[in-house]
């Protein structure tokens, strides 16, 4: 294939996605190539430079929208694409960025026990080894027999529990080292959407499959990202769910894909990130160095200003950056429990931010409703706030103590503190007057009323 010198020395990400036949690899990447591949006000797309692949996508693409009836024929090659990421600015003038090849093992390469003599197992191996990100796809109609309540009996959950996941967490866990970003996909979101939610499907694979459990567990162990991330490559009211499993396209619907890019935004800024722990650097790593120290204030920027700025190469990867980021801020912000445990790119902002302690806080508690919580300080100060506004409401000071622990009772009516003064004392909760205290060198029993 040729490449055109001005897409030479960029960097390159190598993406695999591994799924068991009919999981929707295929009509994943048409969809999220016709879907990236249109210029929109964002300013980046991606382009296919081989014509040859760019027209076979287009062509698979075509069977997908609501034109004719079928969906794309199932395929059990191994192919490899490469897309071009570019962003163009105001002036129309096209800057390449970076680019990702695109390796999709149709097919039940992983699942399947007997391999037709094609498929090189080693040379899937080979390549999962060398992937800078590993998509793992796992089938959504699979998923939601499972989240119905069908058992083993069923053949998608059967498929889904001892074969589908097994195998490609093995592979996983032999080939991926800690630099490799694993994602796993739920494709098909449109059928779960609504009815199920994401921690509770997370909550039934980590208890239905051990090997799920224990490459997450690792993963998180090392300090990997590992995130779930829900997608649809058609949208959610494109096609219905058929009794024999079969999908039905609903006339007159256009597809409206549904978070198809959110996996390739986490593997440029993933990778870029683990690149920078490798301690890599080349001139393009320095730059994404800078950029990704200061990710939380770039997802504030504005993305039509850093378009405008747009001038060579260099500030056109700010803007797929900032881009990149402003998705997957919205993302994680919509699924915040998809993430699995790793690393979060955006820490969740507080709500309030309760500052007029003066000292150290030593304890914090909530009332029995929730609505009010209570902070103790080195300070000798037992505050009370409100929750939904973040106001203070009330003070109780412990006068010849440092600092002191408060813990209230389940009528939410009477407080208790420790100190360090060697006293427990009990206020009422509500006036903040004491009512008794246990003196020091008194034995429990013995309270001394206020
Ligand atoms: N409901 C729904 N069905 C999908 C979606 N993606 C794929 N499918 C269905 O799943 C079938 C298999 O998808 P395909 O991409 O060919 O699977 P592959 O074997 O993993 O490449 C398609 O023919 C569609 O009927 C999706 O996002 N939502
Ligand atoms: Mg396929």
Redesign the pocket.
Same mark, same amino acid.
């Given at each position: 294939m040729k490449i055109k010198s001005s897409e030479m020395n960029m960097k390159n990400y190598n993406i695999i996605t591994l %799924?068991?036949? %009919? !999981? @929707?690899?295929? &009509?994943?990447l048409a969809s999220l190539f016709k879907q990236l591949s249109t210029q929109t006000s964002e300013g980046f797309f991606l382009e296919v430079p081989d014509n040859q692949q760019c027209k076979e996508l287009n062509e698979i693409y075509s069977k997908i929208d609501g034109k004719n009836k079928g969906?794309?024929s %199932?395929?059990r090659d191994v192919t490899e694409r490469i897309f071009t990421c570019y962003v163009k600015n105001q002036a129309l003038e096209k800057f390449p960025v970076c680019q990702f090849t695109y390796i999709?093992y %149709? @097919?039940g390469l992983i699942t399947e026990t007997k391999l037709p003599d094609q498929y090189d197992v080693v040379d899937l191996e080979k390549k999962v080894s060398n992937a800078d990100a590993v998509l793992v796809?796992i089938d @959504?109609?699979k998923l939601l027999k499972l989240m119905q309540g069908k058992d083993l009996d069923n053949e998608a959950v059967r498929e889904l529990l001892l074969q589908d996941l097994p195998n490609m967490m093995q592979l996983i866990n032999n080939k991926c080292n800690r630099n490799t970003a694993v994602h796993f996909i739920i494709?098909?979101?449109?059928?779960l959407k609504g009815n199920y939610k994401l921690s509770d499907i997370i909550e039934s694979l980590r208890e239905k499959v051990d090997e799920f459990k224990n490459v997450v567990h690792s993963r998180v162990q090392a300090g990997c990202p590992v995130r779930l991330i829900p &997608?649809?490559?058609?949208g959610m009211d494109f !096609?219905t769910?058929q009794p024999d499993g079969?999908?039905k396209k609903k006339p007159g619907a256009i597809p409206k894909p549904f978070q198809l890019e959110i996996p390739i935004a986490y593997v440029l800024i993933d990778r870029v990130k683990s690149d920078l722990k490798a301690l890599k650097p080349s001139s393009e790593n320095i730059l994404l160095l800078d950029l990704v120290k200061k990710l939380k204030e770039l997802a504030h920027l504005d993305q039509e200003k850093s378009l405008q700025e747009v001038k060579d190469r260099e500030t056109a990867l700010k803007h797929l950056v900032i881009s990149f980021l402003k998705h997957l801020k919205d993302f994680e912000e919509t699924f915040p429990e998809a993430n699995l445990g790793g690393e979060v790119l955006f820490a969740p902002e507080p709500i309030h931010n309760l500052t007029k302690h003066e000292k150290v806080v030593c304890s914090v508690g909530f009332t029995s409703d929730g609505k009010t919580l209570f902070s103790s300080s080195d300070d000798r100060t037992i505050l009370f706030w409100d929750v939904a506004r973040g106001n203070l409401q009330k003070k109780i000071v412990q006068e010849k103590s440092s600092w002191v622990l408060a813990n209230i009772s389940q009528d939410n009516k009477l407080l208790f503190t420790a100190s360090a003064d060697k006293s427990i004392k009990v206020w009422d909760a509500n006036t903040g007057k004491l009512l008794y205290k246990l003196l020091k060198g008194l034995r429990v029993d013995r309270w001394v009323c206020c």
């Open positions: %799924g068991p036949i %009919g !999981a @929707g690899k295929t &009509v994943f969906w794309p %199932g395929t999709d %149709g @097919g796809m @959504g109609l494709s098909k979101w449109d059928l &997608v649809s490559s058609i !096609a769910l079969s999908m």
